[in-house]
């Protein structure tokens, strides 16, 4: 039995062929902007802070609680993935160096297929959802108590 295409012609998507053109260069521009922001700045070596680098304010929860917050070294970890040390990344937050990932293979994704007129909706209609939410869910509780675990503040 012959596999499926990876992606299908944009005529034969899910979607009608502008939608699918708008979305798709909707999250390549997103993945570009993001990882030109990322690769502006240098990540943090505490290995969480990095987002104040970006304008932002200081998290509260070490301030108040003394433990991370869920997504505490998240911005640090996807900066290292984009500056090229995904190793370093994982060991600062796995859940952020793998969402920072995904992101990135996301964008090349939606660039391949403006590029070459496929469609971008058809690879994620296949996508199992509900298994991808779950997973994403244990991952961020996963990241946070491995967060927890190594956290000095």
């Given at each position: 039995?012959?596999r499926p295409p990876f992606?299908?012609?944009?005529?034969?998507?899910?979607?009608?062929?502008?939608?699918?053109?708008?979305?798709?260069?909707?999250?390549?521009?997103?993945?570009?902007?993001?990882?030109?922001?990322?690769?502006?700045?240098?990540?943090?070596?505490?290995?969480?802070?990095?987002?104040?680098?970006?304008?932002?304010?200081?998290?509260g929860w070490p301030l108040?609680?003394?433990?991370?917050?869920?997504?505490?070294?998240?911005?640090?970890?996807?900066?290292?993935?984009?500056?090229?040390?995904?190793?370093?990344?994982?060991?600062?937050?796995?859940?952020?160096?793998?969402?920072?990932?995904?992101?990135?293979?996301?964008?090349?994704?939606?660039?391949?297929?403006?590029?070459?007129?496929?469609?971008?909706?058809?690879?994620?209609?296949?996508?199992?959802?509900?298994?991808?939410?779950?997973?994403?869910?244990?991952?961020?509780?996963?990241?946070?108590?491995?967060?927890?675990?190594?956290?000095?503040?």
């Amino acid at each position: 039995m012959p596999r499926p295409p990876f992606t299908v012609p944009i005529a034969e998507g899910p979607v009608g062929p502008w939608k699918d053109r708008v979305a798709a260069g909707v999250v390549a521009a997103a993945a570009i902007a993001v990882t030109a922001l990322l690769a502006s700045v240098s990540p943090d070596p505490r290995g969480i802070g990095t987002h104040e680098r970006l304008g932002m304010t200081e998290c509260g929860w070490p301030l108040h609680y003394g433990i991370p917050c869920p997504t505490c070294g998240c911005t640090t970890a996807a900066c290292l993935v984009v500056h090229g040390r995904p190793l370093a990344a994982f060991a600062t937050q796995p859940f952020g160096a793998a969402v920072a990932i995904v992101g990135l293979v996301l964008g090349v994704h939606a660039l391949v297929c403006l590029v070459r007129r496929r469609s971008f909706a058809d690879l994620l209609v296949r996508l199992p959802v509900r298994r991808l939410l779950l997973a994403m869910l244990a991952g961020l509780l996963l990241g946070w108590w491995y967060k927890y675990l190594t956290f000095v503040p």
